[in-house]
């Protein structure tokens, strides 16, 4: 059994901080790419950060890029979304997953925790 579970998230007034966590079970987290999505209401869902599972390469969304740091502990096989400088518009419903590579199909998902940012 595949399975990601999503914790950490919660409210936080803008310019503030979360860490979000992902504990995987059930495969060998270094053997595929995750990557951190989110959905905010009336919107698509969106990806927000991935560790490459051929390199090790991160990558963000534009829109987090300086203020997001993904980051893993493969003893704990559990990935790590940092967030810094928290905007209202990143209000959302976070996921993680797991799949082949960044640019591919994430198969496996988490339940999701909820980011709230007050302004």
């Known amino acids: 059994e595949v399975q990601l579970v999503e914790s950490g998230g919660g409210l936080v007034q803008a310019g503030g901080s979360l860490r979000l966590s992902c504990a995987a079970s059930g495969f060998t987290f270094d053997d595929y790419a995750i990557g951190w999505f989110r959905q905010a209401p009336g919107k698509e869902r969106e990806g927000v950060s991935c560790?490459?599972?051929?390199?090790?390469?991160?990558y963000y969304a534009d829109s987090v890029k300086g203020r997001f740091t993904f980051s893993s502990d493969n003893a704990k096989n559990t990935v790590y979304l940092q967030m810094n400088s928290l905007k209202p518009e990143d209000t959302a419903v976070y996921y993680c997953a797991a799949g082949w590579e960044c640019d591919g199909n994430f198969g496996s998902w988490g339940q999701g925790t909820q980011v709230t940012v007050s302004s």
């Open positions: 560790i490459s599972s051929s390199d090790g390469s991160t």
